[in-house]
């Protein structure tokens, strides 16, 4: 089965750049997304195909991708940016698999 | 405004089936591909299947394939979960979700969630 990995936490203070990577075998050929929950709520995408972002989403969220690591960035961090945050890849014989989640406090 | 709104959890025993009801509002239901994803309590996402278009592509992750089944009525805007021989590992949050208009076989993850709908088998 196809795995994806996250760092279990990311702690940020107000302003500063956070960074959470998600690693995967030949995660370069796949289409990554990412989505943010908040405690109690639905999860939101703010980045899909490895690094577009839907309306609505603020310019401070943006991603990147080499090798077999992706990175969402989040530059300016604020603290209603604080959230569980999961990548996501579309995997030929998995389907779709989610990473374990990283928790980004703003401290 | 586009919306999903799920329904149909509740409280079963080991051994039980149910069935989750999900109801698309305010977009062209039978030209998106479907999803469920379901969040067991303090735990992450976990995606559990998902529908094309026209239902001519089913795919189901391993935990859940040949007990669940996925389907869609596209006259009524609907998506289902029939969920049978339900254990306590499936006791999660279930969430309906539409997929990213993409080419076809491309698949770039989920822009609409519902609010999803709770079950919990014990």
């Known amino acids: 089965s196809y795995e994806l990995t996250q760092p279990p936490s990311v702690s940020v203070s107000p302003g500063q750049t956070a960074s959470i990577t998600c690693s995967g075998e030949?995660?370069?050929?796949?289409?990554v997304s990412w989505y943010q929950q908040k405690s109690g709520q639905s999860p939101v995408v703010v980045i899909y195909e490895d690094d577009k972002r839907p309306s609505g989403i603020p310019e401070r969220f943006s991603a990147s991708s080499s090798g077999n690591t992706a990175t969402l960035t989040i530059s300016g961090t604020q603290a209603l940016d604080e959230a569980d945050y999961y990548c996501?890849?579309?995997?030929?014989?998995?389907?779709?698999?989610f990473g374990p989640g990283t928790k980004v406090s703003v401290l | 405004e586009v919306q999903l709104v799920e329904s149909g959890g509740g409280l079963v025993q080991p051994g039980g089936s149910l069935r989750l009801s999900c109801a698309a509002s305010g977009f062209t239901f039978n030209t998106y591909n479907m999803n469920w994803v379901r969040q067991a309590p303090g735990k992450g996402l976990e995606w559990i299947s998902y529908?094309?278009?026209?239902?001519?592509?089913?795919h189901y992750a391993e935990s859940v394939r040949g007990r669940f089944t996925i389907s869609r009525d596209n006259a009524n805007n609907l998506l289902y979960l029939q969920m049978n021989s339900l254990r306590d590992e499936d006791t999660a949050v279930y969430y309906c979700?539409?997929?990213?208009?993409?080419?076809?076989?491309?698949?770039?993850?989920?822009?609409?969630w519902g609010q999803g709908t709770t079950v919990t088998v014990s």
């Open positions: 529908i094309s278009d026209r239902s001519v592509t089913i």
């Open positions: 030949k995660l370069e050929n796949k289409y």
């Open positions: 996501q890849a579309w995997d030929i014989y998995a389907s779709y698999v």
């Open positions: 979700a539409r997929d990213i208009a993409a080419p076809s076989y491309y698949h770039y993850g989920m822009d609409v």
